[in-house]
């Protein structure tokens, strides 16, 4: 029994496609229907394998974090790009 951060990169044909977290070299795929809580792309997660059964705990904390770095990137970013267009 192991328990492992991994991100959801997509959600594509009815498979929950989770890249493993930091280090981004492992996937995991989980049919959408097995998942009892709402997911969607970008949310952090710790999953445990029980025998051949997963139980998907979302990180609020870290996907909240994650997500206000990549909004604070993306206003860097178009603040550089607005500032070449001048």
Not at 17 to 29: A, G, M, N, T
Not at 58 to 85: C, G, P, W, Y
């Amino acid at each position: 029994m192991s328990s492992t951060k991994y991100t959801l990169d997509r959600i594509e044909d009815g498979y929950a496609i989770f890249i493993k977290y930091p280090d981004e070299l492992e996937q995991v795929s989980i049919s959408v229907a097995a998942i009892d809580k709402p997911i969607q792309a970008g949310d952090r997660v710790l999953i445990e394998e029980i025998g051949d059964a997963f139980h998907i705990e979302i990180l609020k904390e870290e996907t909240v974090q994650k997500k206000a770095e990549i909004q604070s990137l993306m206003e860097r970013l178009r603040r550089k790009n607005n500032h070449h267009d001048s």
